[in-house]
């Protein structure tokens, strides 16, 4: 009685808008048993995690310290606020 209404050929394609557990629950299990894991390829994702958390943080750092200068060479400030070459 449950395939009465439904009719043989019916093919339903997946969106793009549908959540992403309905359409590839594989995934999301892969990701779950990497990330609480206690095998090799666990800790390598975990490592790997870890190591481009400490890249991101080590790129902000750095970035936040460079002067910035425009084509001709002459320093820009980054704010507005703050022009020490302006008397």
């Known amino acids: 009685m449950a395939g009465r209404n439904t009719p043989k050929n019916k093919t339903t394609k997946k969106l793009a808008s549908e959540p992403t ?5 594989s995934v999301r299990k892969q990701v779950r048993r990497l990330y609480f894991g206690r095998s090799r390829e666990a800790h390598r994702f975990r490592y790997a995690l870890l190591s481009f958390d400490i890249l991101i943080i080590l790129f902000i750092v750095a970035t936040s310290c460079i002067r910035t200068h425009d084509v001709a060479g002459n320093r820009r ?5 703050y022009h020490p070459h302006r008397i």
């Open 77 to 81: 400030c980054r704010h507005r606020a």
């Open 21 to 25: 557990e309905r359409r590839s629950p």
